[in-house]
Nanobody, 119 residues
Framework: EVQLVESGGGLVQPGGSLRLSCTVSGFIFSAYDMTWVRQAPGKGLEWVSTVGADAQLKYYADSVKGRFTISRDNAANTVYLQLNSLKIEDTAMYYC????????????RGQGTQVTVSP
């Protein structure tokens, strides 16, 4: 059974930082690109970042470029998202997903971890 479990969310002030983790099981982690997406209240899914299977290629949405960093540890079956210089508009539920499909059609997505940025 494929499982993806996110953690690390929380309440933080603008300008603060968080580190999100997503630990997976049930598939060969090192064979797949991994993606972070987010969903703000009342909005659709938004692609945030993707890391290649070998951790070399990394892609970011313009809205987070220079502030967020994606990484992975294939030995630990875990993908990370470091969130720095957080803004109120970063408030959302953050999900990790297997592969590059950032849409709701991707069946391999975790339950999410909430990030709230508030003064």
């Amino acid at each position: 059974e494929v499982q993806l479990v996110e953690s690390g969310g929380g309440l933080v002030q603008p300008g603060g930082s968080l580190r999100l983790s997503c630990t997976v099981s049930g598939f060969i982690f090192s064979a797949y690109d991994m993606t972070w997406v987010r969903q703000a209240p009342g909005k659709g899914l938004e692609w945030v970042s993707t890391v290649g299977a070998d951790a070399q290629l990394k892609y970011y949405a313009d809205s987070v470029k220079g502030r967020f960093t994606i990484s992975r540890d294939n030995a630990a079956n875990t993908v990370y998202l470091q969130l720095n210089s957080l803004k109120i508009e970063d408030t959302a539920m953050y999900y990790c997903a297997r592969g590059r499909d950032s849409t709701a059609a991707n069946p391999y997505r975790g339950q999410g971890t909430q990030v709230t940025v508030s003064p």
